[in-house]
């Protein structure tokens, strides 16, 4: 019983958090807030849903359902590395290309840049 | 030519049409394949060969010269692309490449890669040797692998990951597994069977017959493997760097 209630918070707070994602993707305004939700709301979502998961596997306690545990806390701790690995991955190059920030007032701005000019090299014909 | 080209194909079409006409239906239970080939191969698949995963056994048993030509495809694909994009000291291109420099900045990727590429390796070995078993087997392996040479050139960088598997293994891993294929089947026809009929390499391997088929279904597997891994690298690198094989992504 009180297994089941922890389970229930857990996948419903998972859910809660992937509507939160989907909402943060579709209206934010820029490419890195945009991007920062998707990288922070499906990790953690995942994470917790797949954490009742687990606890739900365990209710009744032998081998099978253990090894079925280990497989699912395995797909949580890849994914705990991959997924703000790739949002990393993702911002970083959109900073290199010089994407646009969004600001208040309305007008994008140039994102600042700390690399100098040089860093990019266009290059011909060797 | 072009109108000539269109009527060609128009005629192509509906031959084609013509002759689907004459198919049995989709899910036909009358049809031919469905009450000869289908109930054989579920019911004497796992007596023949003693592998439980039906669609290892069809691949890589029963139509294995048309899986040796599918890798003899991707093979050809590999050395197309070779043919169009790579550069010798003769023929220098003139694509413009945007290569961003990021040296020291790739910390977080490359702790990641650490923690990740062993893993997914041991795992693309696993699904290579658990095609038997489960879904799985030298494609779907392979192209794991490949993935985590691809990845290591993303998450460090292309010299770095082609300092690791040099061009020139690449091209020997890409012609050898195709090779590996090839010399299962000759053995197997040397042994006095049939082309690809494992049966023959009973004696090589001191198993019975029905063992034999599942170690050359394994065989075959891993050549397969080692081809689609290779042709992933290659394809990667030759694209990665529009040819240069120098510095890339």
């Known amino acids: 019983m009180l297994l089941n209630t922890v389970v229930i918070i857990l996948m419903c707070s998972g859910l809660v958090l992937f509507l939160a ?32 998961l687990i606890l739900y596997m365990l209710r009744d306690f032998n081998g099978e359902t253990l090894l079925t545990a280990v497989k699912l806390s395995l797909i949580v701790f890849f994914v705990f590395i991959a997924s703000p690995t790739a949002t990393h991955a993702i911002i970083d190059a959109g900073y290199e290309a010089r994407v646009p920030y969004w600001s208040k007032t309305g007008e994008k701005t140039d994102a600042e840049h700390s690399i100098p000019d040089e860093s990019v090299e266009h290059r011909e014909n060797r | 030519m072009k109108q000539l ?7 192509c079409a509906l031959l084609m049409l013509k002759a689907a006409a004459d198919l049995p239906d989709w899910a036909d239970p009358a049809s031919p394949a469905s009450t000869h080939l289908s109930p ?37 694909a590999a050395l197309i692309v070779m043919v169009i994009l790579r550069h010798t000291p003769r023929k220098r291109g003139k694509t413009i490449l945007y290569r961003p420099k990021r040296e020291g900045r790739d910390t977080i990727l490359q702790g990641a890669a650490q923690l990740i590429i062993p893993v997914m390796q041991i795992f693309a070995l696993y699904v290579v040797g658990h ?51 090839a010399a299962i089947g000759a053995i197997c026809q040397v042994m ?22 599942s170690y050359g279904i394994l065989a075959v597997e891993v050549g397969v493997g080692i081809t689609v891994m ?20």
């Open chain 2, 230 to 249: 290779s042709v992933m690298v290659s394809l990667y690198y030759d694209l990665a760097s529009s040819g240069d094989l120098d510095e890339g992504l």
């Open chain 2, 40 to 76: 054989d191969f579920l019911e004497q698949g796992y007596v023949e060969t003693a592998t439980p995963n039906i669609v290892t056994v069809v691949l890589a048993d029963y139509r294995s010269y048309d899986t040796m030509f599918e890798a003899v495809v991707v093979f050809a």
């Open chain 2, 192 to 213: 006095g069977y049939n082309f690809l009929g494992y049966t023959g390499l009973a004696s090589i391997l001191g198993a019975s017959d029905v063992m034999a088929r």
């Open chain 1, 21 to 52: 994602t989907t909402v943060g993707l579709l209206r934010f305004p820029d490419f890195y807030s945009r991007v920062h939700a998707a990288g922070k709301g499906d990790t953690l979502s995942t994470a917790l849903l797949l954490a009742g």
């Open chain 2, 131 to 181: 095609g038997h078993y489960s879904p799985g087997g030298g494609f779907q392996g392979g192209v794991i692998f490949g993935a985590s040479f691809i990845l290591i050139a993303l998450c460090f960088n292309l010299r770095f990951a082609i300092q690791r598997f040099r061009e020139q293994g690449v091209l020997v891993c890409v012609a050898g597994g195709v090779l590996l294929y």
């Open chain 2, 5 to 11: 080209t269109f009527i060609i194909l128009i005629v």
